[in-house]
């Protein structure tokens, strides 16, 4: 298994401002070459493509980078759902306040008279 050239087609550029792991690309030990490919094999030597680092130092980074990126994605879907449940109850409040009736309403008031009764009376001992 040697280099046939063909990697230099896939051949990615260093990333600004992140690592190579973390922007998906992919090391190829024996044509010593980054690149951006979606298969865990080497499109030129068919030998299996690093995807993590090895230093210790960069796998703390990755492993760092791997985490904000995962409590962001939270964080957004935590946002979403608020902004569903913001929107609903208002549509919910217009729906109900046209579906009430005046039967609705009386019976409310008479039970709200009947509760006051109850609550002046004494209670015997």
Do not use: H
Not at 20 to 33: D, T
Not at 101 to 112: L, M
């Amino acid at each position: 298994m040697t280099c046939k050239g063909i990697c230099t087609r896939y051949k990615a550029q260093k990333p600004v401002g992140t690592g190579r792991y973390a922007s998906g690309q992919k090391r190829c030990q024996i044509c010593e070459i980054f690149i951006k490919w979606e298969g865990l094999w080497c499109p030129c030597c068919g030998y299996r493509l690093r995807t993590k680092p090895r230093n210790l130092k960069y796998k703390a980074k990755l492993r760092a980078r791997v985490e904000a990126d995962q409590l962001e994605a939270v964080a957004v879907k935590a946002a979403e759902v608020e902004e569903i449940e913001l929107v609903e109850p208002i549509a919910v409040k217009k729906a109900t306040k046209k579906a009430k009736t005046t039967k609705a309403k009386t019976t409310k008031v008479k039970t709200v008279k009947a509760m006051k009764k109850v609550a002046v009376t004494p209670v015997a001992i």
